[in-house]
């Protein structure tokens, strides 16, 4: 990332490339843009494809002082969004980036040409025993040591791919969290976590008018397909497609066919 956003003490982390229509992809936790930079490439040909890191995670700031919640993130994005001063963008957002998109133009207001859900973390319920252990203990995880805590996260992030993730991926994804700062802000994020944004965004969901897919892989086993069935039911209008074989990195365990849904659906009439 080469471009950086200072807003509200934070340096957001974003990139720009291609020429076209504006797509702009948001990740979810505990990942980074890196989930979306090869499909970014590929639409690079025929659209303005912008990639950035939410603060707190991938490349952007992770100040301690700074909250990382779904409010502030969402504050981000559509901060971000004006920076870069562009009309109705196509939205594509991943796990807790559905929450950040859907909040952003929900309460803040931004205005989107149309918004791609996969696998998100949108509507209750949500979290995990893990997400409840370490809201319990963040601080204590926070001075595990370096290599016990890399052992949790390769657990972790392994957990989120149906079919298995390549080293060099595994490798990618949680790097940004393996250092000194990276270690404590990973805990730090789920702490903040808050399901009460997620009541919020429900109740809003019937005020959505733009163009909505919902995609889900068919063996995600952190968010399971009736969250995607139900979620798609909540928005007026909304499509909703499952991805056989294919957990919740749906990135990674079924690239093609994620990428012909991404493409199908910003080329449609």
Request: proline share 7%; hydrophobic share 45%; charged share 20%.
């Amino acid at each position: 990332m080469d471009e950086r956003f200072a807003w509200d003490g934070r340096s957001i982390a974003w990139e720009r490339s291609g020429s076209g229509p504006p797509v702009v992809f948001c990740h979810g936790t505990p990942f980074s843009s890196r989930v979306w930079s090869r499909y970014a490439a590929a639409l690079s040909t025929d659209f303005t494809v912008y990639l950035w890191d939410m603060p707190g995670y991938g490349e952007s700031s992770k100040d301690p002082a700074h909250p990382v919640d779904f409010d502030a993130q969402a504050r981000a994005f559509a901060a971000l969004l004006e920076y870069w001063e562009l009309d109705r963008p196509h939205v594509v957002a991943h796990d807790f980036g559905g929450a950040v998109s859907l909040r952003a133009t929900l309460v803040e207001k931004a205005a989107y040409a149309s918004l791609m859900l996969v696998d998100v973390v949108a509507i209750p319920p949500s979290g995990s025993p893990f997400f409840r252990f370490v809201k319990r203990h963040p601080e204590t995880l926070g001075e595990l040591p370096a290599y016990i805590h890399e052992a949790i996260l390769r657990a972790y992030v392994s957990a989120a791919s149906h079919r298995g993730l390549r080293d060099e991926d595994l490798v990618e994804l949680i790097g940004p969290w393996c250092t000194d700062v990276g270690q404590s802000a990973f805990y730090r994020q789920i702490a903040q976590y808050d399901e009460e944004f997620l009541v919020t965004n429900e109740q809003l969901l019937g005020e959505l008018a733009i163009p909505v897919q919902v995609v889900w892989g068919c063996d995600d086993a952190w968010i399971p397909t009736e969250t995607g069935r139900r979620l798609a039911g909540l928005i007026r209008g909304a499509s909703y497609a499952e991805i056989p074989d294919a957990g919740h990195l749906i990135q990674y365990d079924a690239p093609v066919a994620l990428a012909n849904a991404v493409s199908t659906w910003l080329r449609r009439p």
